[in-house]
């Protein structure tokens, strides 16, 4: 596709700073909640767990929200870990957002649950009983969003949650995150919101810092729109903002932001 063509389906904002980025994805977010509950009584929202989220959760919690309107979910999380691990993300979300603002609920999923076929079927349920108003979610370094890895990410995918062995590429990320001390402690499996359970989302805001996400975005932007690169689904989503900073939009061309 030509370059140019993502300016009409994905709103793109560049900041100059990791910081400044974070910032101004929480005031766009926290607007859109307050625009929402002028309209309905609840809202939800899915929440994504990673350090490229840090500044957004922290800016959030500074702006003025009516917590107790809104139910809160998490997008994906690993088999395995101990239930007190600092790197599950049901927890990493608990210390940076969950626990600090009074949520009407706040629901988690379990990676360690003794059947894990029946706790994806429970979180689907959950997710079909409370449908996203708000998805707030970055960009792996393979173009993943969630845990779906290409080229298994599958855009008509009929679960909502499920189970998914996770690439080596996704798994070093974790290490480059500084997450884990070595690639070897990275869990190889984990649970997932479906591409599709994602994209039910009325309004995405896709938050991406860093210099190594810098080819993930630009292919996110301007290549084929297919499960290799599962990110470009986003550019189907009239309601998606994607946030960078300076290093993440390194290698586009700045006529274009």
Same mark, same amino acid.
Request: with cysteine; net charge negative; aromatic share 8%.
């Given at each position: 596709?030509?370059?140019?063509?993502?300016?009409?389906?994905?709103?793109?904002?560049?900041?100059?700073?990791?910081?400044?980025?974070?910032?101004?994805?929480?005031?766009?977010?926290?607007?859109?909640?307050?625009?929402?509950?002028?309209?309905?009584?609840?809202?939800?929202?899915?929440?994504?767990?990673?350090?490229?989220?840090?500044?957004?959760?922290?800016?959030?919690?500074?702006?003025?929200?009516?917590?107790?309107?809104?139910?809160?979910?998490?997008?994906?999380?690993?088999?395995?870990?101990?239930?007190?691990?600092?790197?599950?993300?049901?927890?990493?979300?608990?210390?940076?957002?969950?626990?600090?603002?009074?949520?009407?609920?706040?629901?988690?999923?379990?990676?360690?649950?003794? &059947?894990?076929? $029946?706790?994806?079927?429970?979180?689907?349920? %959950? #997710? +079909? !009983?409370?449908?996203? /108003?708000? @998805? =707030?979610?970055?960009?792996?370094?393979?173009?993943?969003?969630?845990?779906? &890895?290409?080229? $298994?990410?599958?855009?008509?995918?009929?679960? %909502? #949650? +499920? !189970?998914?062995?996770? /690439?080596? @590429? =996704?798994?070093?990320?974790?290490?480059?995150?500084?997450?884990?001390?070595?690639?070897?402690?990275?869990?190889?499996?984990?649970?997932?919101?479906?591409?599709?359970?994602?994209?039910?989302?009325?309004?995405?805001?896709?938050?991406?810092?860093?210099?190594?996400?810098?080819?993930?975005?630009?292919?996110?932007?301007?290549?084929?729109?297919?499960?290799?690169?599962?990110?470009?689904?986003?550019?189907?989503?009239?309601?998606?903002?994607?946030?960078?900073?300076?290093?993440?939009?390194?290698?586009?061309?700045?006529?274009?932001?």
């Amino acid at each position: 596709m030509e370059k140019g063509a993502a300016k009409s389906t994905v709103h793109v904002k560049k900041y100059p700073t990791r910081q400044a980025m974070g910032e101004a994805a929480a005031v766009a977010v926290a607007g859109q909640i307050r625009q929402l509950l002028e309209q309905q009584e609840l809202v939800n929202i899915i929440f994504a767990a990673a350090p490229s989220q840090n500044e957004f959760l922290a800016a959030l919690l500074l702006e003025e929200i009516d917590w107790e309107r809104i139910n809160a979910f998490h997008m994906d999380e690993y088999v395995g870990l101990v239930a007190d691990a600092p790197q599950g993300f049901g927890n990493f979300l608990k210390d940076r957002l969950f626990a600090k603002v009074p949520f009407r609920t706040v629901h988690y999923i379990n990676g360690n649950a003794p &059947d894990l076929h $029946a706790e994806c079927s429970r979180y689907a349920q %959950l #997710v +079909k !009983q409370n449908p996203p /108003d708000i @998805v =707030c979610l970055g960009i792996g370094e393979n173009g993943h969003i969630a845990f779906n &890895d290409p080229p $298994a990410a599958d855009f008509e995918d009929p679960e %909502l #949650v +499920k !189970q998914v062995g996770l /690439d080596s @590429v =996704c798994r070093q990320q974790q290490v480059n995150d500084g997450c884990f001390a070595a690639l070897s402690l990275v869990p190889a499996k984990a649970l997932t919101l479906t591409i599709p359970a994602l994209i039910k989302g009325r309004y995405l805001y896709c938050i991406v810092p860093g210099r190594l996400k810098a080819q993930a975005v630009y292919n996110t932007l301007y290549a084929e729109i297919k499960s290799l690169y599962p990110s470009t689904i986003l550019r189907t989503h009239p309601g998606m903002t994607l946030f960078l900073d300076e290093q993440s939009a390194g290698m586009l061309n700045t006529n274009e932001l």
